[in-house]
Protein backbone atom coordinates (compact mmCIF):
# COMPACT_ATOMS: atom_id res chain seq x y z
CA UNK A 1 0.00 0.00 0.00
CA UNK A 2 2.59 2.26 0.51
CA UNK A 3 4.23 1.94 -2.60
CA UNK A 4 0.96 3.29 -4.13
CA UNK A 5 0.70 6.15 -1.71
CA UNK A 6 4.42 7.25 -2.51
CA UNK A 7 3.41 6.85 -6.27
CA UNK A 8 0.58 9.33 -5.38
CA UNK A 9 2.25 11.49 -3.81
CA UNK A 10 5.32 11.49 -6.94
CA UNK A 11 2.16 12.48 -8.71
CA UNK A 12 1.65 15.74 -6.99
CA UNK A 13 5.33 16.12 -7.46
CA UNK A 14 4.87 15.20 -11.15
CA UNK A 15 2.29 18.12 -11.83
CA UNK A 16 4.32 20.97 -9.80
CA UNK A 17 7.92 20.07 -11.97
CA UNK A 18 6.13 20.19 -15.01
CA UNK A 19 4.47 23.31 -14.54
CA UNK A 20 7.75 25.32 -13.23
CA UNK A 21 9.45 24.67 -16.58
CA UNK A 22 6.46 26.64 -18.62
CA UNK A 23 7.49 29.76 -16.21
CA UNK A 24 8.73 32.58 -17.87
CA UNK A 25 11.10 34.01 -15.19
CA UNK A 26 13.64 32.23 -13.05
CA UNK A 27 12.46 33.25 -9.52
CA UNK A 28 8.89 31.24 -10.24
CA UNK A 29 11.28 28.61 -11.75
CA UNK A 30 12.87 28.25 -8.28
CA UNK A 31 9.96 28.64 -6.45
CA UNK A 32 8.19 26.20 -8.08
CA UNK A 33 11.18 23.57 -7.80
CA UNK A 34 11.27 23.82 -4.20
CA UNK A 35 7.64 23.53 -3.72
CA UNK A 36 8.12 20.21 -5.61
CA UNK A 37 11.39 19.23 -4.03
CA UNK A 38 9.28 18.90 -0.73
CA UNK A 39 7.04 16.67 -2.28
CA UNK A 40 9.63 14.64 -3.70
CA UNK A 41 11.67 14.34 -0.80
CA UNK A 42 8.45 12.29 1.01
CA UNK A 43 7.97 10.38 -2.72
CA UNK A 44 11.48 9.44 -1.80
CA UNK A 45 11.26 8.34 1.74
CA UNK A 46 8.21 6.43 1.04
CA UNK A 47 10.11 4.25 -1.20
CA UNK A 48 13.46 3.87 1.17
CA UNK A 49 15.18 5.69 -1.63
CA UNK A 50 17.34 7.47 0.45
CA UNK A 51 19.57 9.02 -2.18
CA UNK A 52 16.53 10.65 -4.14
CA UNK A 53 15.10 11.78 -0.87
CA UNK A 54 18.03 13.50 0.49
CA UNK A 55 18.90 15.26 -2.88
CA UNK A 56 15.08 16.43 -2.70
CA UNK A 57 15.68 17.93 1.32
CA UNK A 58 19.07 19.62 -0.41
CA UNK A 59 16.56 20.59 -3.22
CA UNK A 60 14.56 22.48 -0.90
CA UNK A 61 17.06 24.48 0.86
CA UNK A 62 18.23 25.51 -2.79
CA UNK A 63 14.85 26.14 -3.87
CA UNK A 64 14.86 29.06 -1.35
CA UNK A 65 18.22 30.36 -2.11
CA UNK A 66 17.80 30.81 -5.51
CA UNK A 67 14.10 32.04 -4.94
CA UNK A 68 15.20 34.90 -2.88
CA UNK A 69 18.35 35.56 -5.26
CA UNK A 70 18.12 38.98 -6.33
CA UNK A 71 15.50 40.06 -3.56
CA UNK A 72 18.14 39.97 -0.41
CA UNK A 73 21.70 40.42 -0.63
CA UNK A 74 22.71 37.41 1.61
CA UNK A 75 21.17 35.03 -1.39
CA UNK A 76 23.17 36.65 -4.38
CA UNK A 77 26.54 35.30 -3.63
CA UNK A 78 28.00 33.52 -7.06
CA UNK A 79 29.11 30.47 -4.01
CA UNK A 80 25.82 29.32 -3.94
CA UNK A 81 25.50 26.81 -6.68
CA UNK A 82 29.11 25.44 -5.26
CA UNK A 83 28.04 24.50 -2.29
CA UNK A 84 24.90 23.05 -3.19
CA UNK A 85 26.85 21.23 -5.24
CA UNK A 86 29.28 19.70 -1.94
CA UNK A 87 26.34 19.32 0.38
CA UNK A 88 24.77 16.86 -2.66
CA UNK A 89 28.23 15.07 -2.85
CA UNK A 90 28.45 15.07 1.37
CA UNK A 91 24.83 13.53 0.91
CA UNK A 92 25.55 10.62 -1.68
CA UNK A 93 28.38 9.32 0.07
CA UNK A 94 25.93 9.45 3.53
CA UNK A 95 23.28 7.64 1.53
CA UNK A 96 25.32 5.83 -0.41
CA UNK A 97 23.25 3.07 -2.72
CA UNK A 98 26.00 2.50 -5.47
CA UNK A 99 26.29 3.71 -8.90
CA UNK A 100 22.83 4.38 -8.67
CA UNK A 101 23.40 7.48 -6.24
CA UNK A 102 25.51 8.79 -7.98
CA UNK A 103 22.93 10.00 -10.71
CA UNK A 104 20.59 11.83 -8.21
CA UNK A 105 24.00 13.84 -7.21
CA UNK A 106 24.98 14.90 -10.72
CA UNK A 107 21.50 15.52 -11.59
CA UNK A 108 21.64 17.99 -8.33
CA UNK A 109 25.07 19.59 -9.40
CA UNK A 110 23.34 20.27 -12.88
CA UNK A 111 20.86 21.54 -11.91
CA UNK A 112 22.17 23.81 -9.12
CA UNK A 113 24.04 25.76 -11.77
CA UNK A 114 21.14 25.64 -13.95
CA UNK A 115 18.48 27.30 -11.57
CA UNK A 116 21.44 29.93 -10.00
CA UNK A 117 21.61 31.34 -13.83
CA UNK A 118 19.76 34.32 -14.53
CA UNK A 119 18.12 33.93 -17.82
CA UNK A 120 15.66 31.31 -18.35
CA UNK A 121 17.01 29.99 -21.31
CA UNK A 122 20.41 29.11 -19.44
CA UNK A 123 18.06 27.56 -16.38
CA UNK A 124 16.41 25.48 -19.40
CA UNK A 125 19.07 24.05 -21.11
CA UNK A 126 21.28 23.00 -17.75
CA UNK A 127 18.00 21.04 -16.29
CA UNK A 128 17.49 19.14 -19.20
CA UNK A 129 20.57 17.08 -18.72
CA UNK A 130 19.62 16.78 -15.01
CA UNK A 131 16.24 15.57 -16.21
CA UNK A 132 17.56 12.69 -18.00
CA UNK A 133 20.06 11.66 -15.08
CA UNK A 134 16.59 11.76 -13.07
CA UNK A 135 14.68 10.04 -15.31
CA UNK A 136 17.31 6.54 -14.98
CA UNK A 137 17.45 6.81 -11.41
CA UNK A 138 13.75 6.90 -10.67
CA UNK A 139 13.48 3.42 -13.40
CA UNK A 140 15.98 2.29 -11.20
CA UNK A 141 14.66 2.78 -7.53
CA UNK A 142 10.79 2.14 -8.85
CA UNK A 143 9.48 5.84 -8.97
CA UNK A 144 7.02 5.18 -12.07
CA UNK A 145 5.85 9.01 -10.91
CA UNK A 146 9.29 9.82 -11.11
CA UNK A 147 9.81 8.19 -14.36
CA UNK A 148 6.61 9.90 -15.45
CA UNK A 149 7.67 13.31 -14.50
CA UNK A 150 11.27 13.15 -16.14
CA UNK A 151 9.54 12.48 -19.15
CA UNK A 152 6.90 15.10 -19.29
CA UNK A 153 9.84 17.72 -17.88
CA UNK A 154 11.85 16.65 -20.72
CA UNK A 155 9.15 17.19 -23.09
CA UNK A 156 8.19 20.17 -20.75
CA UNK A 157 11.91 21.99 -21.35
CA UNK A 158 11.95 21.35 -24.70
CA UNK A 159 8.04 23.02 -25.48
CA UNK A 160 9.08 26.19 -23.53
CA UNK A 161 12.42 25.86 -25.55
CA UNK A 162 10.64 26.21 -28.79
CA UNK A 163 8.10 28.53 -27.11
CA UNK A 164 10.80 31.05 -25.94
CA UNK A 165 14.04 30.35 -26.81
CA UNK A 166 14.48 30.02 -30.52
CA UNK A 167 15.62 32.85 -32.63
CA UNK A 168 11.98 34.32 -34.05
CA UNK A 169 12.85 35.29 -37.95
Same mark, same amino acid.
Given at each position: ????? =???????? +????????????????? $? *??? #?????? =??? $? %? &? *??????? /????????? %????????????? !?????????? &? #???? =? @?? @???? %??????? !??? +????????? /?????????????????? +???????????? $? *???? @???????????? $??????
Amino acid at each position: MTFYI =AQGVGFCG +MLLAVISFQQNRRDRIA $F *LQM #VASAVW =AVH $F %G &L *LTAWAGM /AMNLIGIAR %GFVFYRKGKDRWA !TGPYWPYLFS &L #VSAG =A @CL @CTWE %GWLSLLP !TAG +MVVSSFGLW /ADHPRTVRRLNLPGSLLW +MTYNWFSGSWAG $F *LTEC @CNTCSILVAMLR $FDRRKP
